[in-house]
T-cell receptor, first 114, second 114 residues
């Protein structure tokens, strides 16, 4: 059973560019959350997708947007990249409605903005 | 708003010694509490979780944590440290498993010396 997979694993972009990160949830999961982990910090919640809609959002600007597809996979898009967007981006999947569920995390995408 | 405070950005122990990583939380509703471990260049792996019921929770790799509501704490312990325990540990709080929005602490790096 494949867990949460993210692509690419590493990415280097230039300031002002746009980037798309991808996530495939664990089999059987229907909810995808995205987190940003800056160096030396804990992960910060960006947003969560369920039933192809953004259900919750953290304190991130509109430059950060996302999408969820019918197969539950998800994309995170960041426009007008800033140096401060350099971080490890983590995707987590879970099952909404289950009482004994947990979030499973992918390995992350390391984004470097130069 | 929920928050997590992890006391000590770095904790050093000798192999075989007791491991104690501290976590205090703030939540306006009954919290769900988690400990995650992160190895270098990896995603997050769930060690254990507290939802309801028994306040002493046992997890993987010999770790356990006790939920103390009166102290708003959820400290992580392991009786005997192994070299393989060296990693970053994150405490997190959630308003409920169903929505899985996790609020993380800043992390504690555990160093284990021979």
């Amino acid at each position: 059973d494949a867990g949460v997979t993210q692509s690419p694993t590493h990415l280097i972009k230039t300031r002002g560019q746009q980037v798309t990160l991808r996530c495939s949830p664990k089999s059987g999961h229907d909810t995808v959350s995205w987190y940003q982990q800056a160096l030396g910090q804990g992960p910060q919640f960006i947003f969560q997708y369920y039933e192809e809609e953004e259900r919750q959002r953290g304190n991130f600007p509109d430059r950060f947007s996302g999408h969820q597809f019918p197969n539950y996979s998800s994309e995170l898009n960041v426009n007008a990249l800033l140096l401060g967007d350099s971080a490890l981006y983590l995707c987590a999947s879970s099952l909404t409605g289950g009482q004994n569920t947990e979030a499973f995390f992918g390995q992350g995408t390391r984004l470097t903005v130069v | 708003a929920q928050s997590v405070t992890q006391l000590g950005s770095h904790v050093s122990v000798s192999e075989g010694a007791l491991v104690l990583l501290r976590c205090n939380y703030s939540s306006s509703v009954p919290p769900y509490l988690f400990w995650y471990v992160q190895y270098p260049n990896q995603g997050l792996q769930l060690l254990l979780k507290y939802t309801t019921g028994a306040t002493l929770v046992k997890g993987i790799n010999g770790f356990e944590a006790e939920f103390k509501k009166s102290e708003t704490s959820f400290h992580l312990t392991k009786p005997s440290a192994h070299m393989s325990d060296a990693a970053e540990y994150f405490c997190a709080v959630s308003e409920g498993i169903g929505f899985q929005k996790l609020v993380f602490g800043t992390g504690t790096r555990l160093l284990v010396s021979p």
